[in-house]
């Protein structure tokens, strides 16, 4: 994640870190993570997929995370 944030974003991590958040783990932990989010009350969330090749991070998201999420909302 770190390379990529850096040749993404031309910034470390740690400087990213401190204007967004984010995770890099399974599809069920991001939806958890995510999900605290949702009830404190958040009412929109920003998703961007960290790889130059997204497919199989996006069907993660369209299967797992997304049903995930609506049940909290």
């Known amino acids: 994640m770190e390379d990529y944030i850096l040749h993404y974003h031309g910034r470390t991590l740690d400087q990213m870190s401190a204007i967004q958040t984010s995770c ?3 599809a069920e932990a991001c939806a958890r993570w995510l999900a605290q989010y949702v009830r404190a009350g958040a009412r929109q969330l920003i998703i961007r997929v960290g790889s130059l090749r997204p497919e199989n991070q996006l069907k993660e998201i369209a299967t ?6 609506r049940v909290l909302g």
Do not use: E, I, T
């Not at 797992?64 to 999420?69: M, Y």
């Open 64 to 69: 797992v995370v997304l049903p995930w999420l």
């Open 24 to 26: 890099w783990r399974s």
